[in-house]
């Protein structure tokens, strides 16, 4: 059983779709974030979030902390192929050193 | 800024031989730098953890004699995948932890494709 529990682990969406990237825990982090990898390159950090309930934006992507700290969501409003590609979410808990990673969301947006 | 490179970005090996993995921070100092492994369609996993100055931190079930960890200076860690074999074939990706940044953000290189013939 992974710590951070991603779903759905596979989305296929028509471009201009919205779609939801859910990361669940029952531990609480003291920070968490967000990732996007494609294929043969390393994950490319997109956002960190540190407070519960906070909310940001990076142009069309939405990211929330849950207010408990043990949950995230990431929203994608309009998507575009470009948007495809591995989503990860990763957390380090309030005394820890390492980063755990969720087990990746697989987004494929068809033009 | 926040640049973390690899070296090489893919390599070829016969079995028996040993590899080393460069990763080097560009624009930062890290004290800490992660290892991860990463299967076909998987997540990341971390292997080890490397501290500047001391010796690596490796997660349970992680080989320390396998796979050699070095952290000789704050922007560069090596990872040497001794005697290769097929089943050593992956994606290793380093991390490193920028000290400056008040969130403990880690940034990652762009990985190495190891295969093992």
């Known amino acids: 059983t992974q710590l951070l529990e991603q779903s759905p682990q596979f989305l296929s969406i028509q471009e201009g779709e919205n779609l939801t990237v859910y990361c669940n825990s029952s531990?609480?982090?003291?920070?968490l974030q967000w990732y996007r990898q494609e294929p043969g390159e390393g994950p490319v950090l997109l956002v960190t979030v540190v407070t519960g309930g906070e909310v940001k934006k990076l142009k069309r992507l939405t990211f929330q902390f849950g207010d408990a700290r043990k949950d995230s969501s990431l929203h994608i409003t309009a998507a575009q192929p470009g948007d495809t590609g591995l989503y990860l979410c990763a957390g380090r808990k309030a005394a820890g050193n390492k980063l755990t990673f969720g087990g990746g969301t697989r987004v494929l947006v068809k033009p | 800024g926040a640049v973390v490179s690899q070296h090489p970005s893919w390599v070829i090996c016969k079995s028996g031989t040993s590899v080393k993995i460069e990763c080097r921070s560009l624009?930062?100092?890290?004290?800490?730098m992660f290892w991860y492994r990463q299967f076909p369609k998987q997540s990341l996993m971390l292997m080890a953890t490397s501290n500047e100055g001391s010796k690596a931190t490796y997660e349970q079930g992680v080989e320390k004699d396998k796979f050699l960890i070095n952290h000789a200076s704050l922007t560069l860690s090596t990872l040497t995948v001794t005697s290769a074999h097929p089943e050593d074939s992956s994606f290793y990706i380093c991390?490193?932890?920028?000290?400056?940044?008040?969130?403990?953000?880690?940034?990652f290189g762009p990985g190495t494709r190891l295969t093992v013939l």
């Open positions: 991390s490193a932890r920028d000290l400056g940044e008040s969130y403990n953000e880690q940034f």
């Open positions: 531990s609480v982090f003291s920070s």
């Open positions: 624009d930062f100092q890290a004290t800490t």
